[in-house]
């Protein structure tokens, strides 16, 4: 059973930078969709960036120009860079995967990704 663990969430103040990781187990080959979604209490979660296996990306439009989104299929990590955080990227940060559905079905208004981590908590002080 596939099992994704995130880490590097954290307390910043606006402006500052994070990274978050995801390492992605319990499958043997590159996964086809890998991506990162953020959920506030009270509101629905949110795609904000994906990638496929060939390295295309999508973002959500308010992460665009501020996130970076990279993964090591060796490895089977996920990344996420975040600069210029603000206090409205307060949230719940999940990492999702899915082994088989990648190309045009991997983007940020996709949430029936196979697999998904518990979460990692980044907090934007003003």
């Known amino acids: 059973q596939a099992q994704l663990v995130e880490s590097g969430g954290g307390s910043v103040q606006s402006g500052g930078s994070l990274r978050l990781s995801c390492v992605a187990s319990g499958y043997s080959s590159s996964w086809s969709c890998m991506g990162w979604f953020r959920q506030v209490p009270g509101k629905e979660r949110e795609g904000v960036a994906l990638?496929?296996?060939?390295?295309?990306?999508d973002y959500t439009d308010s992460a665009k120009g501020r996130f970076t989104i990279s993964q090591d299929n060796a490895k089977n990590t996920l990344w996420l860079h975040m600069n210029s955080l603000k206090p409205e990227d307060t949230a719940m940060y999940y990492c999702?995967?899915?082994?088989?559905?990648?190309?045009?079905?991997?983007?940020?208004?996709?949430?029936?990704?196979?697999?998904w981590g518990k979460g990692t908590l980044v907090t934007i002080s003003a």
């Open positions: 990638i496929d296996s060939d390295g295309n990306t």
């Open positions: 999702a995967a899915d082994p088989f559905r990648g190309g045009a079905w991997c983007h940020v208004y996709q949430y029936g990704l196979d697999s």
